[in-house]
């Protein structure tokens, strides 16, 4: 790393002796509209490239898109991220070095690539993260179909680590520890660990009977059984009518009880029966990766639906949040 920053420094120094010589030569020529206009496209240039610099090896300014950190981090807050936490990302998504003694470890905010990430080809790729670094996140041309930003970057919590396994009663999440036998409520956990209390719930606990009905139809509704569907199960999904699940909903507990009645239907079916048997028995993380999770539990797309993240794909460390003005603050100190 001490390197790379004498080799810029010695660029550096190259380039500003260089403008210093122009600038003295300049002063004996007669000056051009064209000239002028040209010095400040000169000076711009050098400004934007010395910035796409320090965000991509040094820190890096992002904007929260979505709800899926809230209330630790809402929407349109600015933070700032260490690229350097965890190695050295030779270029955006590039291979990265220097990594063996800079490991995630647990409850830290971090930033890693969407692996649902719709790639639009290897150059728009390059191109959109220099304009947004370039424009210090001001400007994002990475859009969707529908003309809202494209989420190439998640900024999630490190939850689970390598070794653990993560399952999920009711939305609450409980962890077995990498060499133990028993699962303990991550609730707990964090309690005993002095971790950061940031993850919530907001989902009624008394909706969950209702939820698990609403996946229990939907895998009638799949194979064309709603004939055979039975009364309670329906008179159990009511309540859910007219209330506000559609806002603060756990798609996750909904797809547990889908999956599991599809593996129930038919047995022999062996992509069912390990599909239900994730959600029953956990998510395995494997050594090297991290099981990402938002703080807002019941509405963030997270790790519950992509799986765990390898290490080589989280690119940064959210270290503070710089925007806006009347909320800034370290997010390291309770970590």
């Not at 380039?15 to 000169?42: A, C, F, M, P």
């Amino acid at each position: 790393m001490d390197g790379l920053f004498s080799f810029l420094e010695r660029r550096t120094e190259k380039y500003l002796t260089k403008k210093k010589q122009v600038r003295e030569y300049n002063r004996t020529k007669k000056h051009t509209v064209l000239g002028e206009i040209w010095s400040w496209i000169d000076a711009l240039i050098f400004a934007i490239f010395w910035v796409i610099i320090i965000n991509q090896y040094l820190f890096q300014l992002f904007v929260i898109p979505s709800p899926s950190m809230v209330h630790t981090l809402e929407i349109g807050d600015r933070v700032i991220v260490n690229k350097d936490s965890y190695g050295v990302e030779l270029y955006p998504a590039g291979k990265k070095v220097f990594t063996d003694d800079r490991r995630v470890q647990r409850d830290e905010i971090i930033t890693f690539y969407n692996p649902e990430y719709d790639s639009k080809g290897p150059f728009f790729d390059l191109l959109s993260q220099v304009v947004y670094m370039g424009t210090l996140t001001l400007v994002n041309i990475d859009r969707n179909d529908d003309g809202t930003p494209a989420e190439r970057l998640y900024v999630k919590r490190a939850v689970g680590m390598g070794g653990d396994t993560i399952r999920f009663i009711d939305g609450n999440a409980e962890i077995m520890l990498s060499g133990t036998e028993s699962f303990i409520s991550e609730d707990d956990f964090r309690e005993q660990s002095g971790l950061s209390d940031g993850p919530h719930r907001s989902v009624d606990p008394s909706y969950y009977p209702a939820l698990k009905a609403a996946g229990v139809m939907s895998a009638y509704h799949e194979m064309g059984y709603e004939p055979f569907l039975p009364r309670e199960i329906y008179q159990a999904y009511r309540v859910l009518e007219g209330s506000d699940y559609n806002y603060v909903f756990d798609r996750y507990a909904l797809e547990k009880a889908r999956t599991g009645t599809l593996s129930s239907f038919d047995p022999s079916d062996m992509e069912r029966r390990s599909e239900s048997a994730v959600y029953e028995n956990g998510i395995y993380v494997p050594s090297g990766y991290v099981l990402p999770l938002g703080d807002n539990r019941d509405n963030s797309r997270d790790g519950r639906y992509f799986g765990p993240v390898e290490e080589s794909r989280i690119n940064g460390r959210v270290v503070g949040r710089f925007w806006p003005l009347s909320r800034i603050s370290s997010l390291t100190d309770n970590e």
